[in-house]
């Protein structure tokens, strides 16, 4: 069993800067990438960045790529996403997920645990 839990989400204006946590326990010693996901309203869950335990590698949607930034702090058992230059495109419902899976994790089928959720609103 594990637990996610996000926070950190709120109403910024374009250009700002918002810091989103996610603090992970249970079994998480068999995860493998840990990631976030956005979902706006009328559209599908897409993927954001995720993160490997192992070698330490990130993928980030091109949407993101020079603005957010992926990291996870063991010691505390939490990921963040740190996002600056913020778009009203990003407004959506930020979510944190972990698999076991070391490949096919860009879409939401390769994760099996998911935090409740964390709006997002960026205002012009």
């Known amino acids: 069993q594990v637990q996610l839990v996000e926070s950190g989400g709120g109403l910024v204006q374009a250009g700002g800067s918002l810091r989103l946590s996610c603090a992970t326990s249970?079994?998480?010693?068999?995860?493998?990438?840990w990631a976030w996901f956005r979902q706006a309203p009328g559209k599908e869950r897409e993927f954001v960045a995720a993160?490997?335990?192992?070698?330490?590698?990130?993928d980030y949607a091109d949407s993101v790529k020079g603005r957010f930034t992926i990291s996870r702090d063991n010691a505390k058992n939490t990921l963040y996403l740190q996002m600056n230059s913020l778009k009203p495109e990003d407004t959506a419902v930020y979510y944190c997920?972990?698999?076991?899976?070391?490949?096919?994790?860009?879409?939401?089928?390769?994760?099996?645990?998911w935090g409740q959720g964390t709006q997002v609103t960026v205002s012009s």
């Open positions: 997920a972990s698999s076991t899976r070391v490949v096919g994790t860009t879409t939401p089928a390769g994760y099996d645990y």
């Open positions: 249970g079994r998480t010693f068999s995860r493998y990438t």
């Open positions: 993160s490997r335990r192992v070698g330490g590698s990130t």
